[in-house]
């Protein structure tokens, strides 16, 4: 019987194992057997065609080639918040342009300032009153904060991530509730959308957990994937969007019935005029029950958790 030598010493992958001699097209074809080979490589080398598919951004992106860029919207993301278990989100909406008290203060002192020394000017006295409007509207910044807050508390705390804060990464009430959960040491959620124009994610969002889709529709899908409820503060077309859209889903049973909590009644009750609505006879009163409304952080959190213990749906 032969012997066996045994060793220690770790086997090497034939792939890292040095050549003595390099393979015939490790190197280009020489100058001195062909003087235009040089110049007709370099074309080769340039062309697209020998790009990478994976690589090639032109490829990518023709039209008939959309249906493997949703997918991989989708997929990287998906990935991503399935490697962080992420299981459930609170999705919060709102304006860009509600900022924080200070900051909105601030604006309304300098247009004032700089309407002293032009009292006429009318458009002035415009953008004047809307910064007092902003600045009236700049409390909610602190209830989405707070409301960041009790979602990145809840479960077993911070650590948690049952159910956690998901918003569409910019400025105003999403950054709010994104930072009440980073407040807390909590992992919170930011989806936001590549733009023609640059803008950049709060700094509040976990960075792992930051992502920018190409497009609307696999955004949207990612917000009410894991959703459990949606809370829509004051906001603009963005945020009738993402709102219109859920209720009517809703409406038409094509995703389960969440809690939707509009915050602040005296606003909502101006921009969405619903008993109009159903007066009208263009939307059924039973839809009036596809959402309600709230004003502090801790009542939109408590009916959160009233609803799913009344319809027996476990956030945790």
């Known amino acids: 019987m032969a012997n066996h030598v045994k060793t220690d010493a770790p086997a090497l992958k034939p792939s890292t194992i040095p050549r003595s ?12 057997e062909d003087p235009e080979a040089p110049q007709r490589l370099k074309k080769i080398l340039a062309s697209p065609s020998y790009r990478p598919a994976d690589h090639d951004l032109e490829f990518l992106y023709q039209d008939d080639l959309r249906f493997f860029r949703l997918q991989v919207d989708f997929l990287k993301a998906e990935r991503l918040l399935q490697e962080n278990q992420i299981k459930h989100t609170i999705v919060v909406f709102g304006g860009t342009r509600i900022k924080e008290p200070g900051g ?6 300098a247009l004032r300032a700089v309407l002293e020394n032009r009292p006429d000017d009318v458009d002035l006295q415009k953008k004047l009153a809307i910064a007092e409007r902003i600045y009236a509207k700049s409390g909610f910044y602190n209830v989405a904060r707070e409301f960041g807050r009790l979602v990145g508390e809840s479960g077993e705390g911070p650590s948690d991530c049952s159910c956690v804060i998901m918003t569409g990464g910019g400025p105003g009430m999403m950054e709010a509730a994104n930072r009440g959960a980073f407040d807390v040491g909590a992992k919170t959620v930011g ?14 969002i976990t960075p792992d957990l930051c992502f920018q889709f190409h497009y609307f529709a696999i955004r949207k899908l990612h917000f009410l994937l894991r959703a459990k409820a949606l809370v829509v503060f004051p906001g603009g077309y963005g945020t009738f969007d993402e709102l ?42 039973e839809d009036r029950q596809l959402f309600w409304y709230a004003e502090t952080a801790e009542e939109i959190w408590q009916s959160i958790l009233d609803w799913h213990k009344v319809n027996g749906i476990p956030l945790f």
Request: no cysteine; proline share 12%.
């Open 21 to 32: 001699e390099p393979l015939p097209w490790e190197l280009p074809k020489p100058a001195e």
């Open 104 to 109: 909105a203060k601030r604006k309304v002192e």
């Open 244 to 285: 219109f859209e859920t209720l009517t889903l809703m409406q038409t049973r094509k995703i389960q019935q969440v809690p939707v909590i509009l915050v602040s009644e005296a606003y909502w009750r101006q921009a969405f005029n619903i008993d109009f609505l159903i007066d009208e006879g263009v939307v059924d009163p």
């Open 191 to 204: 989806l936001n959308i590549h733009l023609p124009y640059e803008q950049y994610p709060n700094p509040y």
